[in-house]
T-cell receptor, first 117, second 118 residues
Framework: AQSVTQLDSHVSVSEGTPVLLRCNYSSSYSPSLFWYVQHPNKGLQLLLKYTSAATLVKGINGFEAEFKKSETSFHLTKPSAHMSDAAEYFC???????????????FGTGTQLKVEL | DTGVSQDPRHKITKRGQNVTFRCDPISEHNRLYWYRQTLGQGPEFLTYFQNEAQLEKSRLLSDRFSAERPKGSFSTLEIQRTEQGDSAMYLCASAPRPSGGSGTGELFFGEGSRLTVL
């Protein structure tokens, strides 16, 4: 079965400093991995996705993530945090494929990012 | 706005009452999903429709829960005889028919319907 573990439930950074949100995955086959962001009172929004192409994936708003098979990790980074980045971030793995080809997403427990002045 | 819309956004009900949530997916998306998110947890898969056919149901979906998508467009999720443990955010997501294989896996989520059972 596919699963993801987010290693930090809360991360606090100062504005302008780097962001690192950690995620480890478990999958019996080459996984498809995602990061979603959830701002208060907003829907989940896709930040970026890895689907076995380049291991360094660039997403929206300056975020990127690197797929490391040897470490079974997919950590999310951003060089310089902005106040608007404060939100909850979910690491997500796809699978198993549902009847009819649907995609079941399995979410981590989330990391709450706080950005301070 | 052409995103996924959900109604109502908030619902407070007393234990034992029935509630129904509606989801309108992105119009060209034939795949629709329901997820449930409780406090401090990530969303969990409940059920999946392809057009009007309900193809998968999670074991989380007890017999008090029923979901429909009668014409392959909007969907409803009904909870009968609500319990306090049903308090959660109910999320709807949709996805297009993939151009090949099972697609990229990306789902487009609505803002959710928050249920509070007193």
């Amino acid at each position: 079965a596919q699963s993801v573990t987010q290693l930090d439930s809360h991360v606090s950074v100062s504005e302008g400093t780097p962001v690192l949100l950690r995620c480890n995955y478990s999958s019996s086959y080459s996984p498809s991995l995602f990061w979603y962001v959830q701002h208060p009172n907003k829907g989940l929004q896709l930040l970026l996705k890895y689907t076995s192409a380049a291991t360094l994936v660039k997403g929206i708003n300056g975020f990127e993530a690197e797929f490391k098979k040897s470490e079974t990790s997919f950590h999310l980074t951003k060089p310089s945090a902005h106040m608007s980045d404060a939100a909850e971030y979910f690491c997500v793995v796809r699978g198993p494929i549902l009847t009819g080809g649907g995609n079941k997403l399995t979410f981590g427990t989330g990391t709450q990012l706080k950005v301070e002045l | 706005d052409t995103g996924v819309s959900q109604d109502p956004r908030h619902k407070i009900t007393k234990r034992g009452q029935n509630v129904t949530f509606r989801c309108d997916p992105i119009s060209e998306h034939n795949r629709l999903y329901w997820y449930r998110q409780t406090l401090g947890q990530g969303p969990e898969f409940l059920t999946y429709f392809q057009n009007e056919a309900q193809l998968e149901k999670s074991r989380l979906l007890s017999d008090r829960f029923s979901a429909e998508r009668p014409k392959g467009s909007f969907s409803t999720l009904e909870i009968q005889r609500t319990e306090q443990g049903d308090s959660a955010m109910y999320l709807c997501a949709s996805a297009p028919r993939p151009s090949g294989g099972s697609g990229t896996g990306e789902l487009f989520f609505g803002e959710g319907s928050r249920l509070t059972v007193l």
